[in-house]
């Protein structure tokens, strides 16, 4: 599939099994995980639809989704070997869309030989596509993407634990969107000064970490080594510049 047949794929999906239940949820159609990380039918459904039409086009990829992981661990180990992939977080943002937040995404990436070569992130309710391919660039809506000055934007962490705690004299924490596929391109959008996380799971920063990278910004571990797609741990923290980055490195811990 080209980089534009797989945006239809996430938009189409999404507008037969999401947006139907955006803001029209039913109690029987919401659980928990574990304690406070809701799913809901149209997260098991989406998935199922996206993962189905990318091993029809690519029947010798992994497809690690979010769901399908919750319900196999061993997924993440065939991830970490394997040497063409796509990871799949078919609602992102899975908390804002059961409260009826407009903040939630679609998103999806391509690893090959352990680098990132594509990312997309649909965000259905401000109808707006992220994409990037590895060394052509990263586009919304079709338009050339690059991240802006931050100006006096605040630093952000998605560590609930960590919202109000000096960063080491560059500022005061505060929350980020509570979605990766939202966080990231209010970070390009010059909306946050970095963006620093405790997990690093790969369907929540594969696609962000290439667009933000393809639009000029730097990713990469609390210990300032490179994002290792194949072997995400630890912290992450995102930034518009190296600069910011080695500054906020330099900074933690918080």
């Not at 939202?182 to 405790?198: E, F, R, T």
Request: proline letters at 6%.
């Amino acid at each position: 599939m080209d980089t534009a047949a797989v945006l239809t794929l996430l938009q189409d999906v999404a507008a037969e099994v999401i947006n139907p239940r955006f803001r029209a949820l039913g109690e029987e159609q919401v659980s928990e995980k574990n304690p406070g990380d809701l799913v809901t039918v149209a997260d098991h459904e989406s998935e199922a639809l996206i993962t189905a039409a990318l091993r029809a086009a690519y029947p010798d990829a992994l497809v690690l989704g979010e769901e399908a992981m919750s319900a196999d661990a061993r997924l993440i180990d065939a991830f970490a070997d394997a040497p063409h992939a796509f990871t799949v977080d078919p609602v992102d943002g899975t908390k804002n869309f059961v409260n009826g937040s407009p903040d939630h995404a679609v998103m999806v990436s391509e690893v090959v030989s352990g680098e990132i070569t594509r990312g997309w992130i649909w965000q259905p309710q401000h109808e707006r596509s992220y994409v990037a391919e590895r060394g052509a660039g990263a586009w919304l809506n079709g338009e050339r993407l690059t991240v802006s000055g931050t100006g006096t934007a605040p630093y952000r962490t998605a560590r609930r634990q960590w919202v109000g705690k000096e960063l080491g004299g560059l500022g005061t924490l505060e929350l980020t969107w509570a979605c990766c596929g939202v966080d990231y391109p209010h970070l390009i959008a010059g909306d946050a000064a970095a963006l620093l996380y405790s997990r690093s799971m790969p369907w929540d920063h594969l696609p962000g970490a290439l667009i933000l990278t393809e639009a000029g910004g730097t990713i990469g571990g609390h210990d300032g080594a490179p994002l290792v797609p194949r072997l995400l741990e630890g912290g992450i923290v995102a930034a518009p510049d190296r600069e910011t980055y080695d500054a906020v490195v330099a900074a933690l811990p918080v």
